[in-house]
């Protein structure tokens, strides 16, 4: 996928249920950072619901060059009737660094490829729904090395551009390795040139 702009992120996980004909379908979405941890959370899932007959899912993840690494999965029902639709509403809210996974109960009716498809992406729209969307922020990490006497001034500036200090190490000079929104980093550089 191509880089896109104003991308969003969710800040915490959401469930919702949606029941059609017998079928009871759960909509889960998860925030994750890698692969790895989207198929963390999918197992959670599954162990979870150990009983039901599908678990379709679909996530996109923002690469470090800007990229969007998308993927989805049936899940053993009929091509394109269940991941697809769950990745629809990811891509319309432009939501990254997401998975959502749809757990299916089949109730004994058949809904038809229609409205399976239907059904996998309004459990996976009503879950994006209840979940807290942000706009996302793209941070950078990099180390300065300060006089004692600059800290305090770091870290008011830090504050105020929703930064933090993630690691400091202190000898004549203190060196910090922070991290804040790649567009203030210029602003902090400027303040502190020694860096």
């Not at 769950?86 to 749809?102: K, M, R, T, Y």
């Not at 399976?116 to 090395?145: C, D, M, N």
Request: one cysteine or more.
């Amino acid at each position: 996928m191509n880089k896109q702009t104003s991308q969003n992120i969710i800040t915490t996980s959401a469930e919702a249920d949606y029941e059609i004909k017998k079928s009871h379908f759960i909509g889960a979405i998860m925030p994750c950072n890698t692969e790895r941890e989207a198929l963390q959370h999918l197992r959670r899932l599954a162990t979870e619901h150990a009983n039901a007959n599908h678990l379709a899912f679909a996530w996109r993840i923002r690469q470090d060059d800007g990229f969007i690494n998308e993927r989805c999965h049936d899940a053993g029902e009929p091509s394109g009737t269940a991941g697809r639709p769950i990745l629809a509403p990811l891509e319309g809210s432009n939501i990254i660094n997401a998975v959502v996974g749809v757990i299916r109960y089949f109730g004994g009716v058949k809904l038809g490829t229609g409205g399976l498809a239907r059904a996998y992406g309004t459990a996976a729209k009503l879950a994006i729904e209840g979940a807290e969307i942000q706009p996302w922020v793209e941070h950078v990490s990099f180390e300065l090395t300060l006089e004692y006497s600059q800290l305090q001034l770091l870290e008011y500036h830090l504050k105020k551009c929703k930064g933090q200090i993630v690691d400091q190490q202190f000898s004549d000079r203190v060196r910090v390795l922070i991290n804040l929104p790649a567009s203030h980093q210029q602003q902090i550089i400027q303040l502190f040139p020694d860096y």
